[in-house]
């Protein structure tokens, strides 16, 4: 719709059914229609369809029908006393946010522009239409609940007074969400935020970590309904669901006291992802931590790629839409103390030895993964505000590594732990900066510059993939600039790896990492004379 028509404001409104289970259980129409329709499947023809009309999709049934009726264009002139009682608001303090189309969402029809627009579940419902259409949107809505749920004369007003308001704006809260389609964001409200807070740290104070299993529940419960939204993405609340339910697991007892009073003690991981949440939850309303664009919730073309990859003889990465390339040797990974495997100088492969330990490639693309996102986000921090918000294509050719920002959540590996946890933070600071980050694996033999660039010289070869001649062989370098990273962000991960504390403050550590300077050579430096192109101060 606002792609459509970007200048016209886009008026919401919410309603909710009265007593809509007990409605929906006893309703004679609907109990008639099921026993016709479904005849040939029941017992006794009284409608209860498979046995039971209790069950929840019984009740999503009714929430269908009147969004569909609420869409039907009908010629009512004259308004329901509700919705000519209603007065309408409108920002006007500053232009409209604009969104660009693209091939996820183009423009509207005109036949989908006349058709009025409800979103209902169960009892709640939500209008959207144009500041000049809304009155007619509002009528199809209110008649459509009479019409589903039985008019005021027969069953009595099906509408709550309590929560029908007269004021309708460009703001409203919705299944949870507050939804603002004049800024064009959704966001989880600051009440819902406190609330976990005040819960989280509750549980964090105690002497001894636990939790009852109700509280468990609760807590999975509210952050996987918020992960959509939640600036660390989907890494911690899959992370938090595997730990508590694994310790329930163990718990789990017959005893009927068992769900409100049992304790649940909790790993060393649930703690850690427990602090990491914790940490981001009490930022005031309408940060931008817990209100993402609109535009960046849905799925949108991407406006920028990357690449990268690894090899055990270093790792490497470019994008030629923010302009940009780098690589990393062995041995400076080694410095950083990075626990490198002893490789064949001759043919970069690790020495087949039985007792060769070391990083495996996965951890290594990762690291790679980790790198181009702090390039990324420095770039975005310089560059000016883009309409409809960065996109970010994350493009490697190792599956597992572009699966950690949230399968790793299930491993037990300290290791993988803390540099996806590295990864989650990172994402916050991604979501702060309105950039939205996807990740897609790419064949192998179609990521043949990140190759090149991940194969740095050995003492064996010196002469073999240098950087100006991977460079000059590569037209897709030719408008990238050689980007010095700074050696303290790979010390940073390094220690990360190695950290075996279950209260690391991330966000402290990815804003320290994040006001580290990337110095970017001049375009016509086509060369380095290091092996890595690092910088140390």
């Given at each position: 719709?606002?792609?459509?028509?970007?200048?016209?404001?886009?008026?919401?409104?919410?309603?909710?059914?009265?007593?809509?289970?007990?409605?929906?259980?006893?309703?004679?129409?609907?109990?008639?229609?099921?026993?016709y329709?479904?005849?040939?499947?029941?017992?006794?023809?009284?409608g209860?369809?498979?046995?039971?009309r209790?069950?929840?999709?019984y009740?999503?049934?009714?929430?269908?029908?009147r969004?569909?009726?609420a869409?039907?264009?009908?010629?009512?002139?004259?308004?329901?006393p509700?919705?000519?009682?209603?007065?309408?608001e409108?920002d006007?303090?500053?232009?409209?946010?604009?969104?660009?189309?693209?091939?996820?969402?183009p423009?509207?029809?005109?036949?989908?522009?006349?058709?009025m627009?409800?979103?209902?579940?169960?009892?709640d419902?939500g209008?959207?239409?144009?500041?000049?259409?809304?009155?007619?949107?509002?009528?199809?809505s209110v008649?459509?609940?009479?019409?589903?749920?039985g008019?005021a004369?027969?069953?009595?007003?099906?509408?709550?007074?309590?929560k029908?308001?007269s004021?309708?704006?460009?703001?409203?809260?919705f299944?949870?969400?507050?939804?603002?389609?004049?800024?064009?964001t959704?966001?989880?409200?600051?009440?819902?935020?406190?609330?976990?807070?005040?819960e989280?740290?509750?549980?964090l104070?105690?002497?001894?970590?636990y939790?009852?299993?109700?509280?468990?529940a609760?807590?999975?419960?509210?952050?996987?309904?918020?992960?959509?939204?939640?600036?660390?993405?989907?890494?911690?609340?899959f992370?938090?669901?595997?730990?508590?339910?694994?310790a329930?697991?163990?718990?789990?007892?017959?005893?009927c006291?068992?769900?409100?009073?049992?304790?649940?003690?909790l790993?060393?991981?649930?703690?850690?992802?427990?602090?990491?949440?914790?940490?981001?939850?009490?930022?005031?309303?309408?940060?931008?931590?817990?209100?993402?664009?609109?535009s960046?919730?849905?799925?949108?073309?991407?406006?920028?790629?990357?690449?990268?990859?690894?090899?055990y003889?270093?790792?490497g990465?470019?994008?030629?839409?923010?302009?940009?390339?780098?690589?990393?040797c062995?041995?400076?990974l080694?410095?950083?103390?990075?626990?490198?495997r002893?490789?064949?100088?001759?043919?970069s492969?690790?020495?087949s030895?039985?007792s060769?330990?070391?990083?495996?490639?996965?951890?290594?693309?990762?690291?790679?993964?980790l790198?181009?996102?702090?390039?990324v986000?420095?770039?975005?921090?310089?560059?000016r505000?883009?309409?409809?918000?960065?996109?970010?294509?994350?493009?490697?050719?190792?599956?597992?590594a572009?699966?950690?920002?949230?399968?790793?959540?299930?491993?037990?590996?300290?290791?993988?732990?803390?540099?996806?946890?590295l990864g989650?933070?990172?994402?916050?600071?991604?979501?702060?900066?309105?950039?939205?980050v996807?990740k897609?694996?790419?064949?192998?033999?179609?990521?043949?510059?990140?190759?090149?660039?991940?194969?740095?010289?050995?003492?064996?070869?010196?002469?073999?993939?240098?950087?100006?001649?991977?460079?000059?062989?590569?037209?897709?370098l030719?408008?990238?600039?050689?980007?010095?990273?700074p050696?303290?962000?790979?010390?940073?991960?390094?220690?990360?790896?190695?950290?075996?504390?279950?209260?690391?403050?991330?966000?402290?550590?990815?804003?320290?990492?994040?006001?580290l300077?990337?110095?970017?050579?001049?375009?016509?430096?086509?060369?380095?004379?290091?092996?890595?192109?690092?910088?140390?101060?």
């Open positions: 719709m606002h792609i459509t028509r970007p200048n016209d404001p886009i008026m919401v409104h919410v309603d909710d059914i009265e007593a809509a289970f007990r409605r929906v259980l006893y309703h004679p129409d609907m109990a008639c229609a099921f026993a329709v479904y005849s040939d499947y029941l017992m006794v023809p009284v209860q369809v498979f046995g039971s209790s069950a929840p999709s009740y999503c049934v009714l929430a269908d029908v969004q569909a009726l869409a039907c264009p009908q010629d009512e002139p004259i308004l329901h509700m919705v000519a009682s209603c007065t309408y409108v006007t303090s500053s232009p409209l946010v604009q969104v660009p189309p693209d091939s996820n969402h423009p509207l029809t005109l036949q989908e522009q006349t058709e627009y409800n979103a209902s579940f169960v009892d419902n209008v959207v239409a144009y500041l000049e259409t809304m009155p007619q949107a509002l009528q199809h008649r459509s609940a009479f019409g589903v749920f008019d004369d027969r069953r009595g007003g099906c509408l709550q007074d309590a029908w308001t004021l309708v704006s460009e703001t409203f809260l299944l949870g969400f507050r939804i603002d389609t004049y800024a064009m959704v966001s989880w409200p600051f009440a819902k935020r406190k609330a976990l807070n005040d989280i740290q509750d549980i104070s105690r002497k001894r970590k939790v009852t299993p109700k509280e468990m609760h807590i999975i419960g509210v952050i996987r309904s918020a992960a959509a939204i939640a600036p660390w993405g989907t890494f911690l609340s992370n938090l669901q595997n730990a508590l339910t694994t329930a697991r163990n718990a789990y007892s017959t005893n006291s068992w769900w409100t009073r049992s304790w649940i003690y790993s060393g991981v649930a703690i850690a992802t427990l602090h990491q949440i914790w940490e981001t939850l009490t930022v005031p309303e309408g940060s931008p931590l817990w209100s993402r664009p609109i960046l919730y849905l799925d949108r073309d991407f406006s920028h790629r990357v690449f990268s990859d690894a090899s003889a270093g790792i990465g470019w994008s030629s839409d923010f302009g940009f390339l780098w690589r990393l062995r041995e400076d080694i410095r950083a103390g990075f626990d490198m002893d490789i064949d100088l001759a043919s492969e690790p020495v030895d039985g060769n330990e070391g990083l495996h490639i996965n951890p290594l693309e990762f690291i790679g993964v790198v181009n996102l702090w390039i986000l420095k770039f975005v921090k310089k560059l505000p883009r309409s409809g918000g960065y996109i970010l294509l994350l493009l490697a050719d190792n599956t597992t572009l699966a950690w920002m949230s399968l790793a959540a299930r491993t037990k590996n300290p290791l993988l732990q803390g540099l996806a946890r989650a933070a990172l994402l916050v600071h991604a979501a702060a900066l309105l950039t939205k996807v897609r694996h790419l064949p192998g033999d179609q990521n043949d510059v990140a190759d090149a660039l991940s194969r740095p010289p050995t003492s064996a070869n010196p002469e073999q993939n240098v950087l100006d001649s991977v460079i000059a062989q590569w037209s897709q030719d408008d990238c600039r050689i980007c010095l990273v050696f303290e962000l790979l010390s940073t991960i390094a220690s990360v790896i190695s950290s075996q504390s279950t209260a690391v403050r991330y966000d402290q550590i990815t804003t320290n990492l994040l006001n300077e990337l110095r970017i050579l001049p375009a016509s430096a086509r060369t380095w004379n290091a092996p890595s192109t690092i910088y140390e101060d």
